[in-house]
């Protein structure tokens, strides 16, 4: 989207064609003067009005109201008209975007991503804007060049694999109980993994801690 010239204000006078007929210009900057964040940083919009239309021209500053659904209801109560022009508004925002295409397990880089502007509405949940976010952590699944990172496409760094011995820890209280596990997945520091305890054959979830103990939840 094109960036949008400066509106005019309220409380200036419109221009009135020498026809008798009303600018198009002006229906579509009162169409647009309904969206209440245009200029903000990110924000632009668009209205729909077709260059060939013939309204009479009003002898005040037109009427406008939004209606919802991106139709904006702009009229002339003194010459008897009133249009619905849709106006199309794109809020955009800065967030991490790949640079090349990227394996699952790799350790990001700088130079790996970008900041780039990209509309909200098209934005997965959790994109992420902070590099400092990407600090030691490794992509989950392979990911295409242009792919805005999320807080789902990021594991920290697989400490633990399916099958490698681990050390089950369980505290209760000042307690301190240890035993022999096996993983039955992979996991990285902070992260839950399912281990199976060698001693009772149980199943338990936990916690891998930064030394590569698994701390049983309870």
């Known amino acids: 989207m094109k960036p949008l010239l400066p509106l005019l204000l309220l409380s200036l006078p419109l221009a009135v064609?020498?026809?008798?007929?009303?600018p198009v210009d002006s229906i579509r900057d009162a169409a647009l003067r309904t969206v209440p964040?245009?200029?903000?940083p990110g924000v632009e919009a668009e209205a729909a009005v077709d260059a060939a239309l013939r309204l009479p021209a009003c002898p005040q500053p037109l009427e406008a109201r939004s209606g919802g659904n991106g139709i904006v209801e702009v009229g002339c109560a003194a010459a008897g008209w009133?249009?619905?022009?849709?106006?199309r508004v794109q809020r955009s925002r800065p967030v991490l975007v790949l640079t090349r295409p990227v394996a699952a397990g790799e350790l990001l880089r700088e130079d790996m991503y970008a900041v780039e502007?990209?509309?909200?509405a098209r934005l997965g949940a959790g994109a992420l804007t902070d590099p400092g976010q990407l600090a030691g952590r490794v992509t989950r699944r392979a990911?295409?060049?242009?792919?805005?990172?999320?807080?789902?496409?990021?594991?920290?760094?697989?400490?633990?694999?399916?099958?490698?011995?681990?050390?089950?820890?369980?505290?209760?209280?000042?307690?301190?109980?240890?035993?022999?596990?096996?993983a039955l997945g992979e996991a990285g520091a902070d992260?839950?993994?399912s281990v199976e305890n060698l001693a009772s054959r149980r199943i338990v979830q936990g916690i891998v801690r930064e030394n590569g103990e698994v701390e049983v939840l309870r």
């Open 17 to 22: 064609a020498a026809s008798g007929f009303q």
């Open 82 to 87: 009133r249009l619905y022009v849709p106006v």
């Open 37 to 40: 964040d245009l200029g903000a």
């Open 191 to 193: 992260e839950r993994l």
């Open 117 to 120: 502007l990209r509309d909200v």
């Open 143 to 182: 990911l295409g060049a242009g792919s805005p990172l999320t807080a789902q496409d990021l594991v920290s760094p697989r400490s633990v694999r399916r099958g490698d011995a681990v050390t089950l820890v369980s505290r209760h209280g000042a307690v301190e109980v240890r035993a022999a596990g096996r």
